[in-house]
T-cell receptor
Framework: DAGVIQSPRHEVTEMGQEVTLRCKPI?????LFWYRQTMMRGLELLIY????????DSGMPEDRFSAKMPNASFSTLKIQPSEPRDSAVYFC??????????????FGSGTRLTVV | TQLLEQSPQFLSIQEGENLTVYCNSS?????LQWYRQEPGEGPVLLVT?????EVKKLKRLTFQFGDARKDSSLHITAAQPGDTGLYLC???????????FGAGTQVVVTP
C-alpha cells in the first residue's frame, strides 16, 4: 500500500482565496482524521470520519472550514476564505478500528499551507 | 479535559549518549501511544502501551508505562543521528479512538 496520500504538499495562497486540501486514506481503513500542526498549538484534531460519516467536528475552528468524505477513498478539507492565521501543516491520518485500540494512526506527509 | 505534558521540550545530545523523555497525564491513560515525527513528514507510530507497569522494547528504544497508568517514559540507548525527531505521546479520549497528542519533545542527536 502507498500509505496515506495528501495533496498538494505545499500550498501558498493569498488571503481571501479558497483552499482545498486532499487526502486518500489507506484502503480498508474506515476512520479518517484531519489534524492541524503549528508550533504554538501542536497537533490539533479538526474533524474525523467513520465509514465516511463525520463523527466529531468540534475541532473545526470556524465556519470557514469544511470537510467532506464522499467515498471511502477520498476526503477534502476546504478553507474559504483563507486567512494568514490558517498557515500551518495539515495532516490527514487513517486508521482501522479507531486509533485508541492499539492500531494507531497512519499519517500522510502533510500539506504545508501558507496564507499571505 | 485530559492534559498531556511532555518533558523536556527540547533535548540535544551527542551520538552514543542515552536520553529519556517523559509523558504525564492529568488522568489515567486509556491506551498510550508513542510516535516519532521526522522533519517534513507525519508522525509514525512506535508503540502502544496499555497495561500499568508494562515495558516494551524496540531495538534501542525502551518504553515504560507507570503502574498507575498516568505516566510513561521513552529511553533511547546509544542515540544515533537517525533518532533525531519530534517524539509525541498520545492517548485515546473517546470510544471512537480519537487521539489527543502532547506537545512533544524535540530530540536532536549530533554526530
Amino acid at each position: 500500500d502507498a500509505g496515506v496520500i495528501q495533496s498538494p504538499r505545499h500550498e501558498v495562497t493569498e488571503m481571501g482565496q479558497e483552499v482545498t486540501l486532499r487526502c486518500k486514506p489507506i484502503s480498508g481503513h474506515d476512520y479518517l482524521f484531519w489534524y492541524r500542526q503549528t508550533m504554538m498549538r501542536g497537533l490539533e484534531l479538526l474533524i474525523y470520519f467513520n465509514n465516511n460519516v463525520p463523527i466529531d467536528d468540534s475541532g473545526m475552528p470556524e465556519d470557514r472550514f469544511s470537510a467532506k468524505m464522499p467515498n471511502a477513498s477520498f476526503s477534502t478539507l476546504k478553507i474559504q476564505p483563507s486567512e494568514p492565521r490558517d498557515s500551518a501543516v495539515y495532516f490527514c491520518a487513517s486508521s482501522s478500528r479507531g486509533g485508541g485500540t492499539g492500531s494507531g494512526y497512519t499519517f500522510g506527509s502533510g500539506t504545508r499551507l501558507t496564507v499571505v | 479535559t485530559q492534559l498531556l505534558e511532555q518533558s523536556p521540550q527540547f533535548l540535544s545530545i551527542q551520538e552514543g549518549e542515552n536520553l529519556t523523555v517523559y509523558c504525564n497525564s492529568s488522568s489515567v491513560f486509556s491506551s498510550l501511544q508513542w510516535y516519532r515525527q521526522e522533519p517534513g513528514e507525519g508522525p509514525v507510530l512506535l508503540v502502544t502501551v496499555v497495561t500499568g507497569g508494562e515495558v516494551k522494547k524496540l531495538k534501542r528504544l525502551t518504553f515504560q508505562f507507570g503502574d498507575a497508568r498516568k505516566d510513561s517514559s521513552l529511553h533511547i540507548t546509544a542515540a544515533q543521528p537517525g533518532d533525531t525527531g519530534l517524539y509525541l505521546c498520545a492517548d485515546s479520549t473517546d470510544s471512537w479512538g480519537k487521539l489527543q497528542f502532547g506537545a512533544g519533545t524535540q530530540v536532536v542527536v549530533t554526530p
